[in-house]
């Protein structure tokens, strides 16, 4: 593997000669395949530079808006099929948060009781900063509605586990990062439609009930799929059992679904009940899928370790085919975007981090809260857009703010492990001094 990163390395420097002399030339027949050489095989090759290696998931989001934006019509139908099928973006968006909920297990919303005040803290900066600061915003650059409610969208959304991986690599609390996304992800479903009714309702037009069903559906439902896999791990045979019930009554309920029950059911209830019984059908099936998915790693061992290579994969499918919808909108205001997308994530941090010491968290907890205000979850706000079929237009600031925070999080990640290592050898050396001051004999003055 290491020789082809290596290979891959030779390729794009010779991609990057040709994409030079094709801009020079003016020639787009030389120069556009050029420029998707250039970012495939530098995404395959950084991987052989350890200093680089961090930044590949970084790089292959980047070659997806290469790519959308070079030939948007090859990610937008694939013969009559449309890539932007709002099923299709759903299936996709639910599998990268199944990945992401295999990251996650049920004792991370144990931490809650030792870090109550660092996770009230952190979430009340997460729902506040990052949605204000989207509002005003969308207020100093004067977006397009649809755009403008898309940078106050993804200021709404919970925090991702990005956070997470960036907590680590700073060595700050990683404990009360955990707690922090988990508790984030729980009340999204309440908070994201509240704060885009409030700050966004004028913009375009947002249905609660309708907002809170779709995150239900594209978050939370895999995510419990996921921890029924956690919790099949150490199950007792009563455990199983009680999983083994659920799971056939849950395949009678679908199947009764598929042979006409839905139908029957429509012609009953109200609208709003048929939401409630179209959340507790994909809860069935979340049902069904974390126990088929436990037995499949069972059987394949490695499955847990291939799913955050899959979720990328569903990232950077749905950042081209949302790069490729909105190429005309980006050729317009891509560049205030992201200026916009930097601002935004900046002050997530900032405030984040000054607000948490202010309230009197220590160091590491506060460089915790400003990963979970600053880093958002962009798939989640990129399924709401397809939801919306708006994925042009209000998931275009999620596609420009999610590669930014890849990057900008990884340097300050590093940055904070350099204090953190200092900081730490500091507090080695004091420890040490005092012990050995303590340790001498006391003089008997006569």
Known sequence: MKNIRKLCLGISGLSLVFLLVGLLGDNSSIWQPAAVAFSVSAAIGIGAIPALANYQYTAWIITAVVAGMIYPAAFLKWGDFDLRNKWLILLVVQLVMFGMGIQMSLKDFSGLASTGKG??????????I??????????VFHFETEI??????????SSGLASNVMVYIARANLVLSVTVTAMATLIAPFMTPMLMKLLAGTLIEVKFLNMMMEIIKIVIVPIGAALIHDYLKTASAKGWKTIRVIS???????VALGFGLWNSLAGLLSEEAMHSVEIFSFFAGAVLVGLLYHLATLKFAKLDHMMPYISMFGIVYFTTVTTAAGRENLLQVGFILFIASVIHNAAGYFFGYYLSRWFGLDKPS?????F??????????????GSMGKLGTVGLA???FSPWMNISGSILANYWRKLALKEEAVQEQQKNTFEGSSSQPKTIES
């Open 148 to 157: 403008a409610a898309g940078i106050i969208l993804i200021g709404s959304c």
């Open 372 to 385: 979970e205000v600053g880093l958002q979850n962009g798939g989640m706000a990129s399924g709401l857009a």
């Open 130 to 139: 990052m949605p204000l600061m989207g509002l005003l915003l969308t207020r």
């Open 248 to 254: 056939a009554l849950a395949v009678i309920w679908l």
């Open 119 to 128: 996770v009230v803290i952190g979430l009340l900066c997460h729902f506040s």
């Open 366 to 370: 506060s460089r915790t809260v400003a």
């Open 398 to 400: 999620a596609a420009v």
